[in-house]
């Protein structure tokens, strides 16, 4: 399975999906003018992952800003992944980063990631982590 890289911009996050190592990534500003179509090959990428995973998968979601939309298509992305959970041989992880003293970003990580049950981490950071 080949990897999957979007190069981020003002309206949408650099994504890095490493399928060799289980890396999955996505960083930056997520107000694309049409958030199904942005989300949509991601989606795709996601959904073919989930027939080979890795024996270790670890999501890693950085925003700067995100609007609604995009927020509940990023939710849906950890639905997914999250899946993964309970699995045999699949360990999960979630890992929402924010700027630190951002508390905005800091509480939708919190209301995103206690909806799922795979093992999940908040950590406040001071510089993008890609």
Same mark, same amino acid.
């Given at each position: 399975?080949?990897?999957?890289?979007?190069?981020?911009?003002?309206?949408?996050?650099?994504?890095?999906?490493? #399928?060799?190592?289980?890396?999955?990534?996505?960083? +930056?500003? #997520? !107000?694309?003018?049409?958030?199904?179509?942005?989300?949509?090959?991601?989606?795709?990428?996601?959904?073919?992952?989930?027939?080979?995973?890795?024996?270790?998968?670890?999501? !890693?979601?950085?925003?700067?800003?995100?609007?609604?939309?995009?927020? =509940?298509?990023?939710?849906?992305?950890?639905?997914? !992944?999250?899946?993964?959970?309970?699995?045999?041989?699949?360990?999960?992880? !979630?890992?929402?980063?924010?700027?630190? +003293?951002?508390?905005?970003?800091?509480?939708?990580? /919190?209301?995103?990631?206690?909806?799922?049950?795979?093992? =999940? /981490?908040?950590?406040?950071?001071? /510089?993008?982590?890609?």
């Amino acid at each position: 399975m080949e990897n999957f890289d979007i190069k981020g911009d003002e309206t949408t996050p650099t994504v890095k999906f490493d #399928a060799t190592t289980g890396l999955l990534k996505m960083s +930056g500003v #997520a !107000i694309p003018e049409d958030v199904r179509t942005f989300f949509a090959p991601i989606r795709k990428w996601v959904n073919n992952y989930l027939d080979s995973p890795q024996a270790a998968t670890e999501l !890693i979601l950085h925003f700067d800003y995100l609007n609604t939309a995009a927020s =509940k298509m990023v939710f849906e992305l950890c639905d997914i !992944i999250s899946g993964l959970h309970g699995r045999e041989d699949c360990n999960v992880k !979630i890992t929402w980063k924010y700027f630190r +003293g951002d508390n905005e970003m800091r509480e939708l990580g /919190e209301e995103v990631l206690e909806q799922f049950y795979c093992f =999940k /981490e908040i950590l406040a950071v001071d /510089e993008h982590p890609f």
